[in-house]
């Protein structure tokens, strides 16, 4: 899907999501693998911590530390797919046809990722919570705010997408009527 030579801001666009899509399956290779190095190595990990600490009543809370290691994969991976599709995007107006149905089934697609991150972020706090509790000496506490930016760009993308679905159906209606 070639973009046009002319315009700096698209191929500029397509190098900086392919850099983050990059960055993003690096990331998602690191948790993938500390998972199983947590589960595995907990006995050694206890045992450095406690002589770190000095504090022989040390514990480490694997079973909470294992779903916010999970939950962040999740974010990683709903991260580097909402950037394939807005590169398939991209690649679109590239093309010069950006109103087909396909971008309105991504802008959707989009969307509800954005949904998921927000409801994965929610569900991760308690996890991270008892995860600090097991290293700190007073009670830990975690900013649990919705974040606002999220939710208005899922907004934004169900609404773009419907933009799309009715500018592909404008189009297949005028090239009929041709």
């Known amino acids: 899907m070639p973009i046009r030579p002319n315009d700096p801001l698209l191929a500029s666009a397509r190098i900086v999501i392919l850099v983050f899509q990059a960055i993003l399956g690096l990331a998602a290779i690191i948790v993938t693998l500390v998972i199983p190095v947590v589960i595995f190595g907990r006995d050694f ?4 911590i406690r002589e770190e600490t000095g504090n022989a009543a040390a514990t480490f809370p694997v079973w909470d530390l294992l779903p916010v290691l999970a939950i962040a994969l999740a974010v990683v991976v709903l991260a580097f797919l909402f ?7 991209v690649d679109t107006v590239g093309e010069g046809d950006p109103f087909v149905p396909v971008n309105a089934d991504r802008l959707t697609a989009m969307g509800w990722m954005m949904v998921a991150t927000q409801l994965l972020s929610i569900a991760v706090v308690p996890f991270i919570v008892r ?4 290293f700190e000496e007073t009670n830990a506490t975690f900013d ?30 005028l090239e009929g009527t041709v």
């Open 83 to 89: 950037l394939g599709k807005l590169r398939a995007i």
């Open 45 to 48: 990990i206890l045992a450095e």
């Open 131 to 134: 995860v600090q509790d097991a």
């Open 144 to 173: 649990t705010d919705i974040d606002l930016g999220g939710i208005v760009l899922a907004i934004t993308l169900f609404i773009l997408a419907r933009v799309f679905r009715h500018g592909a159906a404008m189009r297949e209606d």
